[in-house]
C-alpha cells in the first residue's frame, strides 16, 4: 500500500498568542475542503494524560510502561517513555490528508506565525520557514524588513489563509 502524500504545516508564536484559536478555525477550513485533518501539540509542561482517579491513572500510578482507553469511536494510547521525535508522531497519522503541528517554532517545518499586538512586535520564527505567512493584527511596514516579501493576514482572514495554502499546495 503506497503512503499518500502528507501536508505538514507548523503554526507557532508565542505563549497564549491564538495559536489553538487559528489551529481550530484552519481545521474546520480544511476539513470543510474534504481533508482529513490532525493535530501534533508540544507542550513544554509535562501535561496529565491520565485524570487523576480513572482507572488509567491508577494503572499509572501503580506502574504500568503505558494504557490505552477505548471505545466504539475512539482510543488513546499513553506511553511512559521519553517523548518520539515529531517526524514518528507524524507517522502516527497515516489517514491524514494534512498534519497541524502546534508550537515547533525553531523547527524547520513550513509555518504560519502568530503575532499579536497584546504580547510582541516581533517574529520568534527564522524567516525562511514561514511559508504559510503571518497572521497578525500588525500592518506589514510595522513589522520591519524581516518580514518582507511574506503574505500577511488579519487575525479574521482563516479563509483568505486557507485558500493560499490551498493553493500553494496544488502547486
Not at 507548523?10 to 480544511?30: C, Q, Y
Request: proline share 3%.
Amino acid at each position: 500500500m503506497r503512503q499518500k502524500k502528507q501536508r505538514i504545516l507548523a503554526v507557532s508564536g508565542v505563549k497564549n498568542f491564538g495559536k489553538t484559536t487559528l489551529i481550530t478555525k484552519l481545521l474546520t477550513e480544511l476539513k470543510k475542503r474534504g481533508l482529513e485533518v490532525a493535530v501534533i501539540k508540544h507542550d513544554g509542561h509535562d501535561f496529565q494524560a491520565d485524570v487523576p482517579d480513572t482507572d488509567s491513572w491508577k494503572y499509572a500510578q501503580a506502574g504500568a510502561c503505558g494504557t490505552c482507553v477505548f471505545s466504539e469511536q475512539k482510543h488513546m494510547v499513553i506511553k511512559y517513555m521519553s517523548a518520539l521525535s515529531t517526524e514518528k508522531l507524524i507517522q502516527t497519522f497515516s489517514e491524514a490528508d494534512v498534519i497541524l503541528l502546534e508550537g515547533v517554532k525553531y523547527s524547520e517545518y513550513p509555518k504560519i506565525e502568530v503575532i499579536r499586538r497584546r504580547n510582541s512586535s516581533k517574529s520568534v520564527c527564522d524567516p525562511s520557514y514561514l511559508w504559510g505567512g503571518v497572521m497578525t493584527d500588525y500592518r506589514p511596514e510595522e513589522l520591519g524588513e524581516m518580514l518582507s516579501g511574506i503574505p500577511f493576514f488579519g487575525l479574521e482572514e482563516t479563509g483568505r489563509l486557507t485558500d493560499y495554502i490551498m493553493e500553494k499546495w496544488s502547486k
